[in-house]
């Protein structure tokens, strides 16, 4: 599994990186997708998600995934919220979310080679 970056600088803080279980990164890109065509406020409230179920900003901001049904938008518009109330700009939270939702996108989504390997594959042919 990928797992660089492993600190985010935000908030005048270094936050260890961890992704979330599959079903949780999987809502994340789904989200993601569909916010690309809306643009603007949704596709902010996905960054703020990200940033808060990779790591303890959406505990700092008091935000539950649970709480929230398990609704990235939801959730998101809550960290997103915290965030901007601490002074966090737009372009600070964009540009600290798009290399996480690059990295959540390819552990979620392998690309084919890495799901040959992974599954004993070679170019060769099928492992036996």
Not at 49 to 70: S, W
Request: aromatic residues 8%.
């Amino acid at each position: 599994m990928i797992t660089e970056p492993t600190f985010l600088d935000l908030l005048g803080k270094k936050h260890a990186i961890v992704l979330p279980d599959f079903a949780a990164r999987e809502e994340l890109m789904v989200a993601y997708g569909e916010s690309r065509t809306k643009k603007g406020v949704a596709l902010m409230r996905v960054y703020a998600a990200v940033l808060g179920l990779c790591t303890r900003l959406g505990r700092m901001a008091g935000a539950d995934y649970t709480a929230h049904r398990f609704d990235v938008l939801a959730y998101g518009g809550a960290v997103y919220g915290y965030l901007r109330e601490q002074g966090v700009t737009m372009e600070q939270l964009s540009q600290a979310a798009v290399p996480l939702v690059i990295t959540i996108s390819e552990a979620t989504f392998p690309r084919q080679p890495e799901v040959d390997e992974a599954a004993g594959n070679s170019e060769g042919g099928a492992a036996v």
